[in-house]
């Protein structure tokens, strides 16, 4: 099984939509837990943290269930720069040390 | 702030050369690592570092050295080069702690013919 797993996507949305991306990590002791978006051929840039109580930044909400081992990214509202790649990212074994997952393709279309 | 910075932007090779990606934080960032992105196998760790003088192996070592003599610098070098190093490289930093993400430099794409 892999560390980190992913949709595979592609997610090819309208304007406008709901997106939600979906991640699931083996490492039950993982203690940091993040969303990249990666535009193509550029570097990933972090999008938001996740934390255990679930977080909000604008249209973009992270959830983590920890006893599922399971991430979640939800956009609303998509928009057209919406379109990127999202990494879901978590802490290996050696702290510090991020595992990334494959990524998720996101095209919105006009 | 500059943030990261790598250099070059993209290099040629021919196979057997060798050559140093260059890697500087301006952030006082204990944490640096490398990554290589490859399609379809996403980011993997090649070797990183929690401070000056201190390096440890990734998930793919192989063929590649690191030192860390500062804070800022941590450069990568290919000691001969192979086509299956084509790649493209990033350079990343954070603080250490549970929450610190990541910043990535802007890469560096090589091509090993």
């Known amino acids: 099984r892999k560390e980190v797993e992913q949709d595979p996507g592609p997610f090819n949305v309208p304007e406008g939509a709901t997106v939600a991306f979906n991640c699931t990590y083996s490492?039950?002791?993982?203690?940091?837990f993040f969303w990249y978006r990666q535009d193509c051929r550029k570097e990933p840039k972090l999008l938001m943290s996740?934390?255990?109580s679930g977080n909000e930044d604008g249209r973009f909400t992270a959830q983590l269930n920890r006893a599922s081992q399971y991430i979640s990214l939800l956009i609303r509202d998509s928009k057209l720069s919406d379109s990127a790649t999202y990494l879901c990212?978590?802490?290996?074994?050696?702290?510090?040390?991020?595992?990334f997952g494959p990524g998720t393709r996101l095209s919105v279309l006009p | 702030n500059a943030g990261v910075t790598q250099t070059p932007k993209f290099q040629v090779l021919k196979t057997g050369q060798s050559m140093t990606l260059q890697c500087a934080q301006d952030?006082?960032?204990?944490?640096m690592s490398w990554y290589r992105q490859d399609p379809g196998m996403g980011l993997r760790l090649i070797h990183y570092?929690?401070?000056?003088?201190?390096?440890d192996q990734g998930e793919v070592p192989n063929g590649y050295n690191v030192s860390r003599s500062t804070t800022e610098d941590f450069p990568l070098r290919l000691l001969s080069a192979a086509p299956s190093q084509t790649s493209v490289y990033f350079c990343?930093?954070?603080?250490?702690?549970?929450?610190?993400?990541?910043?990535f430099g802007s890469g560096t794409r090589l091509t090993v013919v």
């Open positions: 990343a930093s954070s603080l250490v702690g549970v929450g610190y993400g990541y910043t």
């Open positions: 490492n039950s002791a993982s203690q940091s």
């Open positions: 952030m006082n960032h204990e944490y």
């Open positions: 570092s929690v401070g000056a003088g201190i390096t």
């Open positions: 996740v934390y255990s």
């Open positions: 990212v978590v802490n290996g074994r050696y702290g510090q040390n991020f595992v």
